[in-house]
């Protein structure tokens, strides 16, 4: 049974870093791609980092180029979000995704299984 448990979230201020943590189970991440989504209070869900399994190259939104890191874990099974300089306009709930490919995509419907999300907010 695949099953994808994030954590990490959390209030942090302006300038702070949070680590965001995706634990799979029933499948190696080192197989499918592991995206990163989040979604704000009436908006829509967005991709925001992506880690491949063809060669392990990432991808990231432009709004968090330089800021952001996504690394994976084989031993630990897990996919990381590694968060810096945070800004009030990074809130929201951070989902991570698999999809049953060997590229990422940034469309949230091409990716089949999903975490519950862990509540991101960045507020003084």
């Known amino acids: 049974q695949v099953q994808l448990v994030e954590s990490g979230g959390g209030l942090v201020q302006p300038g702070g870093s949070l680590r965001l943590s995706c634990a799979a189970s029933?499948?190696?991440?080192?197989?499918?791609?592991i995206g990163w989504f989040r979604q704000a209070p009436g908006k829509e869900r967005e991709a925001v980092s992506c880690?491949?399994?063809?060669?392990?190259?990432?991808d990231y939104i432009d709004p968090v180029e330089g800021r952001f890191i996504i690394s994976r874990d084989s031993a630990e099974n897990t996919v990381y979000l590694q968060m810096h300089s945070l800004k009030p306009e990074d809130t929201a709930v951070y989902y991570c995704?698999?999809?049953?490919?060997?590229?990422?995509?940034?469309?949230?419907?091409?990716?089949?299984?999903w975490g519950q999300g862990t509540q991101v907010t960045v507020s003084s």
């Open positions: 029933g499948f190696n991440v080192d197989d499918y791609p």
């Open positions: 995704a698999s999809r049953r490919s060997a590229f990422c995509s940034s469309r949230p419907y091409e990716y089949r299984y």
């Open positions: 880690i491949s399994t063809s060669d392990g190259s990432t």
